[in-house]
């Protein structure tokens, strides 16, 4: 929590403060159609490292607890949730609010693809636009009662990150990286900005490590060993999960059914759905 921004809030001592609702909150307030308990983001500095496959992952494993959980689709610009779910419904809405749109597993998703006439639609809109479209699934969004909030961030550091991270009340950040020293290094520009925002970081999660040899078990590791887990130690982060390069996870992705995986990627990402149930936050 960053105490600097709550000093003179009044709700300082009622532990509602940097909660969202909470009169001193720099934050958005929650709609009066809302009832968010935990938001968590995803993040990544590159793209293309499967931060929407970790964050419809992590869905997955929470709503199989028992957890009601909604995803965020703040990824404007290259929203990838609702296909890797097969959502194509059209979001309603219910009196001054929108609806979000229902998996088969009842993850409630709100993404701009689901209001695009065609899923290859190019959204062409300057930084200012898209950062109030990501309000606008915050405080038009009627998300109902959720016990976990999962925001999928777009890449980087640019104007969408920043707007999550001042105006949402995330509670925790998880960071995706492939093994690669190049995405390492980007990624550790969001753990900067991450820090700066003071957004406690749940740890890391390695995707795309290796590919186990289908015939003998053997690990590959394509992109090498290390440059995770060395930033891991580097920033004091634990690592979360270690994911392999898993076809089945593609092919299922691909065919918005996702909610049928059971691979080796679920059983590896517990030791993350584990921290963001017990919302333990090392950072
Ligand atoms: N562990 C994995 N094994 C196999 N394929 C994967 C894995 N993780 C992601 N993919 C595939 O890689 C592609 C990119 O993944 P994803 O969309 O999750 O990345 P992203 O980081 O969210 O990308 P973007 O920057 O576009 O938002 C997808 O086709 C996805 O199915």
Known sequence: MDETKCTSCKDKDTGRCNT????????????????IRKVIAVMSG?????????SALLAVAMARRGYKV?????????PSIPKIFGLVDRPEQFKNYILPVKTSLGIQVMSLNLF???????VIWRGPILASAVKQFWSDVAWGELDYLIVDMPPGTGDVPLTVMQSLPLNGLVAVSSPQDLAMMVVSKTIKMARQACIPILGLVENMSYIACPHCGEKIQPFGNGSVKEAASKTGLPLLAVLPVDPELAKLAD???????EGTSLKNIEPLVEVVENQKTPA
């Open 20 to 35: 969202g609702q909470c009169t001193g909150s720099p934050f958005l307030p929650q709609n009066e159609a809302s009832d």
């Open 46 to 54: 590159k793209g293309g490292v499967g931060k929407s496959s970790v």
């Open 70 to 78: 909604g995803i965020l689709d703040a990824d404007i610009t290259g």
């Open 116 to 122: 695009l006439p065609q899923e290859d639609d190019p």
């Open 255 to 261: 065919a918005g059914r996702i909610e049928d995986y």
